[in-house]
């Protein structure tokens, strides 16, 4: 069989992207004609199809824990921290637009993160942070132990299922010193039942996947763990990032079968009011593909 493509074709792409499809063509062009025809919606052969699959997961750590699973909070750790020695496929992940939103979305939210805990102990002695689905919960440790490591009432637990993730935390959190003012809890946070109603819950990377209805059901369930006037911080992929990197999401398709569920600023709007929070705003990370919406519980 003929390559279907050139290699002119590979400007179509981004930087990253481009050097991930000469990668696969150096070992073997079939490869990198299949990821461009599926790309652009063309059937091919099955058979490249399985080799290219099996292969692609062969040259990164990053993909094969998305592939393995989605959620998977170690997918995100990559995108943070960086890989010491990265594979093709490695390379592609952490120089994509996608990927460089993960991380600048994370220092968007601890640098919001700051701003509203700084406002809010303006008000009061002692904050009661949540933290939903937290994986190990890097976003508020990062913001506690750069800015109220030894600064007494401040306390932040994390609500997360996945016990690999609770588990860096716990190591994170002793090796910032942090041991104190933050905890861990194993379980689903949508069952989670607090000692005492949080003062700020974070919720970030969860709602991405689920429909409006959805949504609303996991914003109104966890409603009751905050304290009345309390806040909410909850993100969400927007659009963009279907328009700005359509490759990485063709990625995140094919290797996961991961779909999100893309909203903008007006339907997080309606999905907070829908589930008893009144909008506060909201804001994002540069590239605009994550919105963070703020809203307080009334």
Same mark, same amino acid.
């Given at each position: ?10 400007? *179509? ?14 070992? %073997?062009?079939?490869?990198? %004609? ?46 943070? !921290?960086?890989?010491?020695?990265? &594979? ?13 939103? +993960?991380?600048?979305? &994370? ?5 919001? &993160? ?12 002692? $904050?009661?942070?949540? !933290? ?17 490591? #030894? =600064?007494?009432? &401040? ?7 996945? =016990? ?6 716990? +190591?994170?959190?002793? !090796? ?10 194993? *379980? ?6 607090? /000692? /005492? ?9 969860? $709602? ?35 328009? #700005? %990197? ?13 779909? $999100? ?18 909008? *506060?705003?909201?804001?994002? /990370? ?13």
């Amino acid at each position: 069989m003929e390559n279907l493509h050139s290699a002119d074709e590979i400007l *179509q792409f981004d930087d990253a992207a481009g050097k991930l499809l000469e990668a696969l063509e150096k070992k %073997d062009s079939l490869m990198k %004609d299949f990821v461009i025809s599926r790309f652009k919606g063309v059937s091919f052969d099955p058979v490249v199809e399985e080799k290219t699959y099996n292969h692609m997961l062969e040259i990164s750590s990053i993909l094969s824990a998305m592939a393995s699973n989605p959620g998977t909070s170690i997918f995100t750790e990559f995108l943070y !921290n960086g890989i010491s020695s990265p &594979l093709p496929g490695d390379s592609y992940v952490l120089e994509s637009r996608a990927g460089r939103a +993960v991380r600048s979305r &994370l220092e968007s939210v601890e640098a919001n &993160l700051f701003e509203i805990f700084e406002k809010n102990l303006q008000e009061k002695k002692n $904050l009661l942070i949540g !933290n939903f689905g937290s994986g190990p919960g890097r976003d508020t440790i990062n913001v506690l132990s750069h800015h109220y490591r #030894g =600064r007494s009432g &401040l306390k932040a637990i994390h609500i997360d299922r996945d =016990r690999a993730a609770i588990n860096r935390g716990i +190591v994170m959190a002793k !090796n910032r010193g942090l041991d104190d003012i933050v905890e861990f809890s194993c *379980q689903s946070f949508m069952k989670y039942c607090p /000692e /005492e109603k949080f003062d700020i819950v974070v919720l970030v990377g969860v $709602l991405c996947s689920l429909d409006f209805e959805t949504c609303v059901n996991v914003l109104s369930t966890i409603k009751r763990t905050i304290k009345s006037g309390g806040l909410i911080i909850a993100s969400n992929a927007t659009p963009a990032m279907k328009d #700005g %990197d359509p490759f990485a999401y063709f990625l995140m398709n094919w290797l996961a079968n991961w779909k $999100l569920e893309f909203k903008n600023t007006k339907i997080m709007k309606k999905i907070f009011e829908k589930s008893g929070y009144a909008w *506060q705003g909201s804001f994002t /990370e540069k590239f605009g593909f994550h919105l963070m919406g703020v809203g307080v519980s009334i």
